[in-house]
């Protein structure tokens, strides 16, 4: 949420400037909190919650999905019966807030409606990728990790560090505690980003509409002008002839 309302504020004194923002890089939830906003958090209360467990261990999760089926049936129809962690936050929203689940998604913030977006994947072959990651995995650990992790560790970050299970942490931890060796933390680093992007190829193919681009052909310009081109195109099939530096993203 931060980071959209920061995004919007920084494109909006690009529009002013009668330019184009560019976006680079990011998660698919990023993409998605820019594009289409974000609900707003409901209020959590520990102590309801743990009510709402007892219960859970009680009478069983099918029980509390019938009572949230009262109480929120819209959240309730998109949730299993045995989904015992979705079905124990509903049930704590409404007890704390008064108000359903869904009454929160329907008060999202949006993005503005007349926005023309061009998002543009930069796909590699697998190999190609899985020697990036190889030749980035060795930098951090050469370049600084090691060292950085140690200093958070002497400052008492340690349980907050654990906490993240962060890619690249959390080996560097167990490289310091004697339990990998430089290698295998390697290793270990380069399977879990591996992994990661993976998912993240998956979640672009099946939830964002993109315009894919050969990142292993041609050099930066010849890049830049296939984009450029893209977002014009796309701009065309939205029938405004051009791009608005008023509205549009890329």
């Known amino acids: 949420g931060w980071y959209a ?17 560019i976006l680079v890089g990011g998660s698919g939830l990023y993409l ?11 209020p959590k ?3 309801v919650r ?19 089926a009262a109480l929120d049936p819209g959240t309730a129809a998109r949730l299993g019966p ?3 962690q979705r079905i124990m936050r509903a049930l704590e929203v ?22 023309h977006w061009t998002v543009l994947e930069l796909v590699i072959p697998a190999a190609m990728l899985r020697e990036r990651i190889r030749s980035r995995t060795h930098a951090m650990f050469e370049h600084g990790l090691i060292e950085e992790t140690r200093t958070l560790v002497a400052r ?46 998956t979640w672009f193919r099946h939830q964002v509409q993109t315009v894919r681009l050969d990142g292993a052909k041609g050099d930066l310009e010849s890049l830049c002008e296939a984009a450029a081109a ?16 008023g509205s549009a993203r890329l």
């Open 45 to 47: 209360d520990p102590a």
């Open 5 to 21: 309302r920061a995004c919007r504020e920084a494109c909006a004194g690009i529009h002013a400037r009668h330019r184009v923002p």
């Open 82 to 84: 045995r989904d015992r």
């Open 230 to 245: 893209a977002a014009i195109a796309g701009a065309r099939l939205e029938g405004r002839g051009g791009i608005d530096t």
């Open 156 to 201: 008492g970050f340690e349980p907050a560090l654990r906490a993240l299970r962060a890619i690249g942490y959390d080996e560097a931890l167990e490289l310091l505690a004697g339990r990998l060796t430089r290698g295998d933390a390697e290793a270990a680093t380069r399977r879990r980003t591996t992994q990661l992007a993976k998912r993240q190829r």
């Open 32 to 42: 998605r909190a820019v594009q289409e906003g974000l609900a707003g958090e409901p």
């Open 50 to 68: 743990a009510r709402i467990a007892a219960e859970l261990e009680a009478f069983g999760p099918e029980a509390l999905h019938a009572r949230l």
């Open 94 to 115: 409404v007890h704390a807030s008064g108000k359903p689940l869904s009454w929160w998604h329907e008060r999202q913030e949006r993005a503005p409606a007349d926005e």
